[in-house]
């Protein structure tokens, strides 16, 4: 009987460990920065998109708090929605600009349980500018359009004004005046 708890011990290590090692080289293999963020904010766990955005090897990035990281980030909304989502326990999404890159980026912040969080980061710059894009698109259309009705209403009245003045200069002088009375 102890063998075959044994066994079934080892069988259940070793499916964790597989599932362990499958969801680590998901997250290695990313596309947007993942880093994982211990109780004194201290970076314990960045993927190599992580390290490509901040341009910064997981050596110069370990076991250092992203507050003497980034000084520059003291302060700002970005701080101020990493401490809310740790004081409240409570996933958080929000949209970042850096001032430093002018870039965009859309984070989720997921915290643990025993403090710190797990931080998922994209840079949203390039759909940003297609939105903006799209957005001052549809301000030339209204532009437009309004600029064609009011066209419109200044051309209503010229044409009778110009179809007048050509029937005067077309008609005989006593019948020209007769419509120039009206």
Known sequence: KMSRLRREFYEQRMELQRQLKQAGDAVEHLTDAFQILDKDWRI???NPAGEQLTGRSKEELSQQSI???????????????????????V????????????????LRI?????????????????SRKAEEALRKAEQLAVVGRLAASISHELNNPLE??????????TADPDEAKGLLEL
Do not use: H, M
Request: aromatic content about 14%; glycine content about 4%.
């Open 67 to 89: 507050w003497d990281l980034y000084p520059q980030i003291k302060g700002t909304a970005l701080e101020l929605e990493c401490r809310r989502a740790a004081r409240e326990q």
């Open 160 to 169: 009778a004004v110009t179809n007048l003045l050509f029937l005067a200069k």
């Open 44 to 46: 314990t766990y960045i």
């Open 91 to 106: 996933p958080i999404e929000f949209e970042y600009l850096s001032p430093e890159s002018q870039r965009w980026y859309k």
């Open 110 to 126: 997921y915290p643990s349980p025993e403090g710190g969080a797990a931080v998922y980061l994209r840079d949203i710059t390039e």
